[in-house]
C-alpha cells in the first residue's frame, strides 16, 4: 500500500471520469441511506420530489436541498443520525457560541475510514511510521484530538497523545522525547516557539521537522511566522466535526492548496447569497456532502467556510480538486461602517510588519451609534524597549497599512510585550462588543 510518495496511489491519483462514478455509486447509496433513515432528508426529498432510487447523474446534486447548522441544532442531539445508538461507537460535539452545540456521531466503520484519511493526510505531508508525533490537538469532545491520534496510529507513527495546553511540558517532552511531528492549532504553534525561546530552545536543534496545523484560519504570513520560529515545515490540514473532523482537506509538500479526500466528500463551492453553485476557481462558500459515511451522512452541508477550488493535478501527482487555504467564515466578517473586512485581511498585513509580534486581538465597539474597530497589537520585546518614544509613530505606519488593504481607519493600540491572551486551542481573534462580547 505505501513505500512510495502516496499512501494510496489509486486512489490518490484517480482519473476525473473514474472519480465522477465512484463518487455517484457512492452518493446514491447515500441519498438512500438518508431516505430511508432520517425524517429530516425524506421529508425535504419528498417535498422536493426527489427520487433517491433514480438518482442518476452527478451534476443533479444541485437540485438536493442544503443543510445547515440551524438544522443541526432543530434535530439536536441525535435527529440526523441514520444510524440506532447501539451501532454508533464514538460522539464527538462543538459547542460553537449561540444555541444547542452540534453532535455528531460515528460507526466503526466510519472510524476506520476516517483514521485512514488522517494516516493519507500525514503521508502526504511526509509523515512517516518512524516519525515520533507530538499530538497537542485538545482530546475530548473536539475531534481534533482523537481524530488525529488514530489517524496517526494507523499510519503506525509513535503518537504521544499530550493534548492542548501545559506549555513548558509540552517544550520538556519535545526535547526529550525527540518528537518530529506536531500536531495543533496555528495560533498555539506560535506559543509553544514563545515558550520555547523563553526557555532558551534552540528549535534549530530539536528533532522537529513538520507540524499539521488547522482547525482555524491562518494565513501564508502566519505560516512563514512559524516555519521560522520552528525551524520546520507548516502544513494546512481542514475539517469540521460535521463532516467528519480533520482531515476534509490537507495540503500535501508542495503546500499549495489542500487536496480534499473527494472519494469521501463531494465538494462545491456556491455563492452564499444566491446559493447556486459558482464554477471552479470562484471564491465563494464550501459546501460538502459526504459519500461514505454511515451514522451521520449530511447532504450539501453550508460550511461557511470561504474559499475558492482549483482542479489541476497538482505537482504531487494527485488529482483531487485543491481548495485554497480557507480566508475565514461568513460569520467572521465584520461590517464596520458598511464596509466588510475579515480578520484574516488584518492579518496579512500585520506578519508584514517586523515590529509586532504575531499575537493580536481586534476590538469592535459602537460608540454614539458608530462602528470604531481597534487592533491590539503586541510590539516585539527589544523594540519596546528601544523605540518607547516613537511608538504613536509606529501605530500611524500600521494604520496607514491597514487603511490601504481594508479601506477603513482602524485605530491601533501597541501594547506591552505578553499582554495579549494567548491561545491553547482555536484562537479568538476578535471580540466584538456590539454583540455584547467582553475581554
Ligand atoms: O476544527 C476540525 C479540525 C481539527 C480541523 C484539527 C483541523 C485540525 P470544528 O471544531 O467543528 O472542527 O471547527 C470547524 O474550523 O468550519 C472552519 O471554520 C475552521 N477550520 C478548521 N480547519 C481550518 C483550517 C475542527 N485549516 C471549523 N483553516 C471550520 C481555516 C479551519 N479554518
Wanted: aromatic share 10%.
Amino acid at each position: 500500500m505505501n513505500g512510495g510518495i502516496y499512501w494510496e496511489q489509486e486512489v490518490e491519483t484517480i482519473n476525473k471520469d473514474k472519480l465522477r462514478l465512484l463518487q455517484l455509486e457512492r452518493l446514491k447509496n447515500t441519498l438512500i441511506n438518508v431516505y430511508e433513515n432520517v425524517e429530516f432528508y425524506k421529508k425535504k426529498f419528498d417535498e422536493g420530489g426527489i427520487n433517491p432510487y433514480k438518482f442518476n447523474n452527478i451534476d443533479e446534486i444541485q437540485k438536493l436541498p442544503f443543510t445547515t447548522k440551524e438544522d443541526l441544532r432543530d434535530n439536536y442531539p441525535f435527529g440526523l443520525f441514520a444510524k440506532p445508538l447501539d451501532s454508533i461507537v464514538r460522539i464527538h460535539s462543538s459547542s460553537g457560541t449561540t444555541g444547542n452545540p452540534t453532535v455528531v456521531g460515528y460507526t466503526q466503520k466510519d472510524i476506520s475510514i476516517w483514521a485512514n484519511l488522517i494516516a493519507r493526510d500525514l503521508y502526504s505531508a511526509g509523515v512517516r511510521s518512524n516519525d515520533v508525533i507530538q499530538n497537542s490537538y485538545g482530546y475530548g469532545l473536539f475531534t481534533g484530538g482523537l481524530g488525529i491520534h488514530y489517524g496517526a496510529e494507523k499510519l503506525g507513527a509513535t503518537v504521544i497523545p499530550v493534548s492542548g495546553g501545559v506549555t513548558e511540558r509540552q517544550i520538556k517532552i519535545m526535547v526529550d522525547f525527540k518528537s518530529t511531528v506536531l500536531c495543533c492549532t496555528p495560533s498555539y504553534a506560535l506559543y509553544i516557539a514563545e515558550v520555547g525561546k523563553d526557555l532558551n530552545v534552540d528549535f534549530e536543534k530539536l528533532a522537529l521537522r513538520v507540524g499539521l496545523f488547522g482547525a482555524e484560519p491562518w494565513t501564508e504570513e502566519m505560516r512563514r511566522e512559524i516555519e521560522s520560529r520552528l525551524f520546520i515545515d507548516a502544513i494546512d490540514i481542514y475539517g469540521l466535526s460535521e463532516i467528519i473532523g480533520p482531515g476534509v482537506s490537507c495540503e500535501c509538500i508542495y503546500k499549495s492548496g489542500l487536496h480534499v479526500a473527494e472519494d469521501h466528500f463531494y465538494v462545491e463551492i456556491i455563492d452564499p447569497i444566491t446559493k447556486k453553485q459558482l464554477p471552479t476557481g470562484s471564491q465563494g462558500e464550501l459546501v460538502f456532502t459526504s459519500l461514505t459515511k454511515e451514522a451521520f451522512p449530511l447532504i450539501r452541508y453550508r460550511t461557511r467556510d470561504l474559499s475558492s477550488l482549483n482542479a489541476d493535478v497538482c505537482k504531487c501527482g494527485r488529482t483531487h480538486v485543491r481548495m485554497r487555504k480557507p480566508m475565514g467564515r461568513t460569520d467572521d466578517m465584520l461590517i464596520i461602517r458598511g464596509v466588510n473586512v475579515f480578520p484574516s485581511q488584518i492579518e496579512e498585513v500585520l506578519m508584514q510588519v517586523k515590529e509586532v509580534e504575531p499575537h493580536y486581538l481586534i476590538v469592535v465597539d459602537r460608540v454614539n451609534y458608530l462602528d470604531t474597530i481597534e487592533l491590539w497589537v503586541e510590539v516585539s520585546e527589544d523594540v519596546f524597549a528601544e523605540k518607547i518614544n516613537d511608538l504613536e509613530m509606529f501605530e500611524k505606519t500600521i494604520e496607514s497599512k491597514l487603511y490601504a488593504v481594508t479601506g477603513i481607519n482602524i485605530d491601533v493600540k501597541l501594547k506591552e510585550p505578553k499582554t495579549i491572551k494567548r491561545s491553547e486551542g482555536k484562537a479568538k481573534r476578535v471580540v466584538d462588543k456590539r454583540k455584547g462580547e467582553t475581554i
